[in-house]
């Protein structure tokens, strides 16, 4: 592995930003009671929110794996954020109304409420699995393989501690108000610090990616032929929404920063200001990925593009800033899983158990659970790169778990005949046929493309629950009360919208949002 090194005042920027990052977070948190401490007391307003969820979707699967990918098969990747771009639409304007009208605290809470409790323990508990042994794991591990390439004697399980402990340190203490408040900071050093890398990689190999442009070149494309690798055109339309829906619509760790804004407009707004920014990535991780073909040719692994840039392009000084932006995506990324997975704890398994613990002991279960999942995936980290194929195995079974998650979802939200019963039939089948995919995926769709499977799995759901629930008992009115989209609800709020200034207008800026998604898949087709 190559290795890089950085001047004293770089190491002391980097230093320095974590220091202020810990301090910050542990000014801004609240634990006085359980709404406060999970949900920020929902008090934050759009602005924040959509910093803040940009900031926990920058993951260093984005920024490392994306301009991997951008490096690898050209701007195709930048598909995923552009189609979940218009999935944060359809988020806005018939998902989240009900999930701020039924108050919950979790996003399996509202299977709950939808349908019933099994379907929530089975929910929750695949989220917490996937959060602390992937998830939170995998960025302590990113972080750990990218301090190493500045300190390569440095141990890894020292660096792993070193950063669980960060992340900990603020976010234990504080609940959500602390992991939102870093997140607002993280969020304007990583946009800041990804504008200056763009810079540098223009400067230096703007002629490569205007002549690709020029050349009509198939790695500036984002509509690719069906028989593409990456990303053939109809998955775009068939596989990417569906995954697009689960990741921003179904994901605790996304959807608990939009639960804590002050009010469903403001939650609303705030998801449509992530999409804005989201489409920035474009400009601030995938081309400068491409434009690294030029730059760094012959690269053993993909992977190692955005820290190569960051080591490689930046001056002394700046390169500190970019260290500290993309630290600033792990440690988000990993104080956004700790609390979410505690909330998903506490909320969903132990207050069922102990229904009579108060506002104050829910804090501390949670406290307590953030602990044990930080330490589990500390332990879990450094047997990352030993048990590779394992994790792959794990993270493919999660992706075929998704469909039917979704399903279950789409189908509660928008069908009043289908019950708990359906729906919990529908997840396990779901779960059976992802655990055959692991082994016969082959046997059963030859080599097809993935983001051409997830169709089949998420109709086959579809037909499960629906089917199911024909034979069993409709839903009572109180399981459909504030769970389900009213299309008399939807018109109300069309009048009402008329007498709001243009700008005000959450469904107005919605279209824009579309009009620019639509704008670059055409240039860029």
Known sequence: MSTFSIGIIDFIIVIIYLAFIIWWGLKKGNSSDSKSYFLAGRSMPWWIVGLSLFAASISSTTLIGQSGDAYDTGLAVFNYNLTGTVV????????????????????????????DVRSRYYFSGICIIGNVFLDAAGALYAAALIIK????????????????????????????????????????????????????????????????????????????????????????????????????ANNQTMVQRVLSAKSLDEGRKG???????????????????????????????????????ILKLMPIGLLGVLLAALLSALTATLSAILNSTATLFTMDFYSKYNKTADSKKLVRVGKFASFVVILLAALWAPQIGKFGSLLKYYQEMLSYIAPPIVAAFLIGIFNKRVNGTGAFVGLMSGLAIAVLMIFFKTAIFGHLHFLLIVPF???????????????????????????????????????????????????????????????IWIYFS
């Not at 701020?100 to 809470?109: D, G």
């Not at 730059?295 to 692994?301: A, N, S, Y």
């Not at 086959?460 to 989209?485: E, N, R």
Request: proline share 6%.
């Open 88 to 115: 944060m639409v359809f988020f806005a304007l018939f998902l989240l109304p009900l999930y701020i009208k039924s108050n919950i605290f979790t996003i399996p809470e509202f299977l709950e409420k939808r349908f």
């Open 149 to 248: 390439l500045v300190f390569p004697h440095v141990d890894i399980h020292l660096i792993i501690f070193i950063f669980a402990l960060i992340a900990a340190s603020y976010a234990i203490p504080g609940g959500l108000s602390s992991v939102i408040n870093t997140e607002l900071i993280q969020a304007i050093v990583l946009i800041i610090g990804s504008i200056l890398l763009t810079y540098m990689c223009f400067q230096q190999g703007s002629d490569y990616f205007f002549n690709l442009l020029k050349g009509d070149d198939i790695l500036v494309k984002l509509i690719r032929p069906l028989t593409d690798t990456a990303t053939p055109w109809l998955g775009l339309i068939v596989g990417m929404p569906i995954l697009g829906i689960y990741f921003w």
């Open 271 to 309: 998801v449509l200001f992530t999409g804005f920014l989201t489409l920035t990535t474009l400009f601030i991780i995938a081309i400068p990925g491409l434009i690294s073909r030029s730059l760094f040719p012959g690269l053993e692994k993909p992977d190692m593009v955005y820290p190569t840039m």
């Open 457 to 519: 799995l998420f109709v086959f759901s579809l037909l499960v629950i629906y089917c199911t629930s024909l034979f069993f008992p409709k839903p009572s009115a109180l399981k459909l009360a504030d769970t389900t989209f009213s299309m008399v609800d939807f018109n109300q709020e069309t009048r009402m919208l008329k007498s709001v200034r243009w700008y005000s207008n959450y469904r107005i800026w919605a279209a824009i949002l579309l009009v620019c998604c639509s704008v």
